[in-house]
């Protein structure tokens, strides 16, 4: 399941919806959301502004859960991520990998998320308290997460 929406999102709900869906054939259910942090110790972020190319961004979506699911045991999953203007400490991703094992689990969560940070199209303007405000740029480190995954075995037993 992939959305994109503004409205927040109901972890327990999703997970649980993922759980039922998965009818007993899931061992492992791995979660990860990701909020509005602060910019910097010293510097809070007041908004997190994400844009999107509706229609191009579902299917990068699709095209890296695809990939998941080629690359490990994954029985489902669920990515939620929000657009427009988000708060600090406002929820804004929420992903999930369920598997027969933990280890596809959690490699598949792990993977999507990193290939969402690099791959999907969302533009982020970020405001500060002092009413700072610049767009987000991709973070190196990322990169290098997301490149990290090439090399990385596939479908281990768990």
């Excluded at 959301?33 to 509706?54: I, K, M, N, W």
């Excluded at 369920?98 to 999907?120: N, V």
Aim: overall charge negative; hydrophobic content about 40%.
């Amino acid at each position: 399941m992939i959305v994109v929406q503004e409205a927040d999102f109901d972890v327990g709900a999703l997970q649980e919806a993922l759980r039922e869906r998965c009818a007993g054939a899931a061992g492992a259910l791995v979660t990860f959301t990701g909020y509005v942090r602060d910019f910097s110790p010293d510097d809070a972020t007041q908004t997190l502004t994400l844009e999107h190319y509706p229609g191009m961004c579902e299917r990068e979506l699709e095209d890296i859960a695809r990939q998941a699911c080629e690359r490990w045991r994954v029985v489902d999953y669920v990515i939620v991520h929000r657009v427009g203007a988000l708060s600090r400490n406002a929820q804004i991703v929420f992903v999930a990998a369920a598997s027969a094992h933990r280890g596809d689990a959690f490699h598949a969560c792990e993977y999507i998320m990193d290939a969402l940070k690099t791959r999907a199209p969302f533009w982020k303007r970020e405001t500060l308290a002092s009413g700072r405000s610049f767009w987000v740029e991709q973070k190196q480190s990322d990169t290098d997460r997301t490149r990290s995954w090439d090399g990385h075995p596939s479908k281990e037993a768990s």
